[in-house]
C-alpha cells in the first residue's frame, strides 16, 4: 500500500520541532529529567475571563457550526484591533475570515494564492512550516537568506536575487521565528515596493506582534502604498493570549482576495469552534493586563537566558525584539553543525534545544532556545550547558 500513497508526503519531512517535541515527551517517559527550551507554547494560563466566556457558551448550548467567516462579533472586534493596532482597515462582513489556528489561516491563504508550479519566497531563517505549506500546495518555497553578521538585516538586494517569472509572493514573519527580529520601517516598506514592482502577494505571519520589547515597534505591511489589495494579514490568539490549545487565529485582506480564501475554509474545515470564537472576542474586548504581565515576564527571562548564553565559551547572543525565542550563534563552540549541537545538548545536558538549520538557509551556526518557560528552568539549562561545555 505504500506505493500508493500521495507523492506529495512522501517527499515532505515531519516538523522539525513536532519531532523534537515528541523525542523530549519520550525522553522523560524513560525517567530522563529532560529542559524543554524547544517549544514555542506559553508557559501561562489562558486569562480567566477568556474562559469564562467559552465556559458560558458551552453552558447555553452554543456549540453548533457558525458562518465559515467566523461569528460577526469576532469579526467585529478583529476589525477593530486591526484599524486601532496595525492602521488596517478591514470591513469584518467581506474582509476577515476566523479560523481555526492561524497555522490553518496562512495554509488556506497559500492554496489560495499559490498554483502548482509557482514560487513563494522566505526570507530565513524562517518558520519550519513555511516551505511545507508551500510544498503541499504544489508550489516551492524559494529561501531569501539573511545573514547573522548583518543582524538578519532584509534588503531589496537580496529579494531580488530570489525573483523570477514563476514568483507569486513573499512571505514575511515579523516578529520572526527564530530570530526575534521585527521589520523595520525601511524593511517593510522595502517589502511593499518589491511586491508592488513584481506584482506579488504579500502573506504577512504576525502571530508574535503582541510579544516585543524595549518599545519596538511592529509594521504591518498591508498599511503600505499598493499593499492593502495584496497582502493577506495573518494573526491569532495562541502567543499573545497564551491560547495554544484553543486553536483560534484569522487572516484579513481585500474582499475579492478574501472571498477566495473563504472557498478552502469552507472545504476543509467549514468554520472555526463556536464556543472558542466566544473567548476570541473576549480576549478582544476584554482587559489586556494579562498580555502586558505576560510580555513583561517574558522579557526578565529573556535578559536571563541571552545573558547566561553570552556567559558561555564560543556562544553569543543578541537580544531579541519580540517573540519569545533567542537565536544563539554557537559557531564559536566547534560543533560541525547545529544539528550536531542540539544532539550534544540533549544527551550531554538533557537541554532540549532547536538546530537553526531546522528554519533554513541562514538557520546554521545557530540554535533556537524558548524562554517561554521558568526561570528556574532557564537558570538549570545555562547551567547545565556550562558545565557540559565545561567536561567537553
Request: charged share 20%; with cysteine.
Amino acid at each position: 500500500m505504500k506505493s500508493r500513497m500521495a507523492t506529495r508526503f512522501s517527499q515532505l519531512e515531519r516538523s522539525a520541532t513536532v519531532a523534537l517535541l515528541d523525542q523530549v515527551h519520550a525522553l522523560r517517559a524513560q525517567g530522563v529529567a529532560v529542559l524543554d527550551l524547544n517549544g514555542g507554547e506559553p508557559d501561562f494560563a489562558t486569562a480567566d475571563h477568556i474562559a469564562a466566556e467559552a465556559g458560558a457558551a458551552l453552558r447555553e448550548g452554543f456549540t453548533h457550526y457558525t458562518p465559515s467567516r467566523g461569528l460577526l462579533a469576532l469579526r467585529e472586534a478583529i476589525g477593530e484591533k486591526l484599524a486601532k493596532d496595525n492602521g488596517i482597515t478591514a470591513d469584518p462582513a467581506t474582509d476577515i475570515i476566523v479560523t481555526p489556528s492561524a497555522k490553518h489561516a496562512l495554509f488556506i491563504s497559500l492554496l489560495a494564492v499559490l498554483d502548482p508550479g509557482d514560487e513563494l519566497i522566505v526570507p530565513t531563517p524562517g518558520w519550519v512550516s513555511y516551505s511545507s505549506m508551500a510544498q503541499l500546495a504544489g508550489a516551492r518555497a524559494v529561501p531569501a537568506e539573511l545573514s547573522a553578521d548583518d543582524g538578519f538585516r532584509l534588503t531589496r538586494e537580496i529579494l531580488e536575487s530570489r525573483v523570477s517569472p514563476r514568483s507569486k509572493a513573499v512571505l514575511i514573519n515579523t516578529p520572526n521565528n527564530p530570530t526575534g527580529r521585527l521589520l523595520t520601517r525601511e524593511e517593510a516598506r522595502t517589502v511593499a515596493e518589491f511586491a508592488v514592482a513584481h506584482d506579488l502577494f504579500v502573506i504577512a505571519d504576525e502571530i508574535y506582534e503582541k510579544i516585543r520589547y524595549d518599545g519596538a515597534e511592529h509594521h504591518s505591511p498591508a498599511v503600505l502604498p499598493g499593499c492593502a489589495e495584496r497582502t493577506l494579514t495573518v494573526n491569532g490568539f495562541s502567543k499573545g493570549y497564551a491560547m495554544t490549545g484553543w486553536r483560534l487565529g484569522y487572516v484579513a485582506g481585500s474582499a475579492d482576495v478574501i472571498s477566495q480564501v473563504l472557498k478552502a475554509q469552507e472545504h476543509t474545515v467549514g468554520c472555526a469552534g463556536s464556543f472558542v470564537q466566544r473567548g476570541g472576542v473576549a480576549a478582544l474586548t476584554g482587559p489586556q493586563d494579562t498580555v502586558a504581565e505576560m510580555a513583561a515576564e517574558y522579557a526578565v527571562r529573556r535578559d536571563l537566558l541571552v545573558s547566561g548564553l553570552n556567559s558561555l565559551p564560543g556562544v553569543r547572543c543578541p537580544l531579541p525584539e519580540g517573540a519569545f525565542y533567542a537565536f544563539a550563534d554557537i559557531r564559536g563552540t566547534g560543533f560541525p553543525t547545529s544539528a550536531d549541537f542540539a544532539s550534544w545538548a540533549l544527551d550531554a545536558a538533557g537541554v532540549a534545544l532547536t538546530p537553526g538549520s531546522a528554519f533554513g538557509p541562514g538557520g546554521e551556526g545557530h540554535v533556537r532556545l524558548s524562554f517561554a518557560t521558568s526561570q528556574q528552568v532557564i537558570e538549570e539549562a545555562v547551567t547545565r550547558l556550562s558545565a557540559a561545555l565545561a567536561r567537553r
